[in-house]
């Protein structure tokens, strides 16, 4: 059989990748068998499908032999469930990590095609939100490069997160139709599909030996089918697979309506099963709770255990010994079904008894938390997991019987913390998540050393009492080789030239630039550099904006996702402070800045939306200004996404990371931005803290409340009023926002800001940090204006990054989480 599989790969389609003629004619023998298309009429659009096409064929190639080695080997195998993944363009990524860019570029060139064109005829994959997405992928880049058995499992959807167009100033959502021009990357897996159930009964009887057994009956059934996707690891032979489920009616149309002789009916139905993998919630940091949002996550849960079980099965005669050979992690409480899930398969499916599939399951599963907000900690109401999955709400309830037992024996006659602790919330009738996670994993980590510690002292005390061991912290991290090696090619050229390319798998080795910072020869360099990727940049917001940029200005970039929390409305504010001071003359020698911001908000977060909506009245009047004499301007970047942070990053001199010290779990954005050489003006929050540790505090522009001055400043009734009362600038700054100055046509425009700020309460502590930050802004203006000393720092902040790759994060968990070992290939 092998020599036939040989045999067949060395006929035509065989091509010699060393080689660009030989790839020039696997291009064209593609073109024509598989893309159906005449050579010398197609364009870029065609000649994208036919690389993308022989590529598959190589990641399939390659992908074989991983799974081939998997199963040789039989060592743990770890998979991770993820409502989202982020992955970005997957053209160039593939191509740098068979380190064939060169090749293929020359291939095409000789055919009248560019690389770089053809690459952007690709859709970018947006099936996620923000950075729990985007961490997810990194994980997968990681795990591959390194050669760890890592699988990811998630959602088809068929519409991934909403493209973003400014209309009069608005965000206005489009559908992300990525699939319609088809999906050349994916292997649509038919004989991979497997019956996911809803609704119903439970009935229970006595088998044969006497055991109670239960049965889930008269169900509604829906079909997932296993979409496959390949990850690709730089220089690395090994692949992971990301397997992503689409929901397909079940065969059987609902017979009733067939009898009754109402085709139209019966097919309606089968519509509505295939709108459980139709859409992505574009929300983050924050649930809703409807039941479509439930089932999806059934949904992907459900087929992922089958899957992950059939597997298992295909090498193992039994169950017993599953938690030794798997793990699986949960990204955030979305798949925190799974835990119930599985003890139904291994009782009502595989016949195991409670007590074992209880030991199995807790050893098998652990948990990531991304957020402190309380808003996205999901629950669910019981009335609705019992309508929907009643087995799963009864197994839920005989978990917290067991948990509560083990809380009374723990905390005797402590009733509030039993209520505390309780996996139902009695007075709301909720089920919470985050609970069921903890309680159904090994290990629950926090993703930054301050997450972490608020995680273990003020949101789970309890759980980290009785549980000692469980929670852990793993900081997150970015993958080098899409934020350094594909998006800044120039940088990463220069720091190869200077210490070698072992940081492309290490990027500890960065260290080794240190002594750089001092060589006038290369900060020049440096700066050249970043003053190229400012100039890409800035035509790329000129053709979206309509404004007219300065390259030599300070480019000062905050792109995340919009939300209250991570405060693009004090950024905002300092923008309208410095425009009031350039006006009135106030700034001696201005250092001319160019601001930038871009995110989504959630379609049904108005505050966010308001805050767009204000950034660009502001942007107008400010750009439309001469007086100001173009020492400022402001932009707001429309739809960031992969792709657009992939040229926006590296054309930072400034990285705005300035949420409410407390709040933002750990930030992956701020890594990028200084791995690319940009400073940080931040607050000591999430993974801000280890930055400023790592790169030094005089690198770093830290300023604002510590999460205790934030705790302790509300402890004592925080007054935004008292705030503004007493500082003139910022009263001037935040009347012109209420009284309409920026939007004369409509005065009341921005109530809802001013409102937020003052009867709100000033949740987020904007007013509280605004004399701060502007000081900090200050300084930040001090040192661009020599520019020597400026590079140094960057170049620090650059050489200092070593912590913050997402291989770091991996090798954490793959040590101390997961248990599991690089695979020999
Ligand atoms: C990295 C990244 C994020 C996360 O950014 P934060 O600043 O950590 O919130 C969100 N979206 C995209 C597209 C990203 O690449």
Redesign the pocket.
Known sequence: MDHLVKEALEGEFRVNLHDADSIRRGLISYMVRVVGHDPLAAGPRQWFQALAHMLKGILSERGMGTSRAQYGQDTRRVYYLSMEF?TGRRLKKHLLDFGLEENVREALASLGQDLDVLAKEEADPALGN??LG?LAACFLDSMATHRYPGHGYGIHYEFGMFSQTIEDGQQVEHPDSWLHGGNPWEFLRHSVTYPVRFNGRIVCFKDEKGHERCEWVDTNDVHAVAHDMKITGFDSPAISNLRLWAARATNDFDLRFFNEGNYIEAVKDKTTSETLSKVLYPMDSTVLGQELRLKQEYFFVSASLQDIIARHLRVHNDLHNFHEKIAIQLNDTHPALAVPELMRLLMDVHEMEWDEAWAITRETFCYTNHTLLPEALETWPVGMLEHVLPRHLEIIYLINHDHLQQVRFRFPGEMEVLRKMSLVDEDTQRIRMAHLAIVGSKRVNGVAALHTKLLREKVFPEFDAMYPNRFVNVTNGVTQRRWLLQCNPKLSDLISEAIGDSWKTDLTALHALEPLAEDAAFRERFNAIKLANKERLARHLETRTGFTLDPTSMFDVQV??IHEY?RQLLNLLHVIHRYVQLREGRIANPVPRTVVIGGKAAPGYYLAKQIIRLIGDVALTINNDRAVNDTLKLVFLPN???SN?EITIPGANLSEQISTAGTEAS????M?FALNGALTIGTLDGANIEIKEEVGDDNIFIFGLTTEQVQETKRKGYNPWKVVEHDADLRRVVDMISSGYFNPQQVNRYNSIRDTLFDGGDQYMVLADFRAYVEAQAHVDDLFTDSDAWARKAILNVARMGLFSSDRSIHTYARDIWGAKQMDL
């Open positions: 982020l923000g950075g985007r995340k996702r991570k960031y996404n992969v942070a930030g992956t954005g701020n990028k």
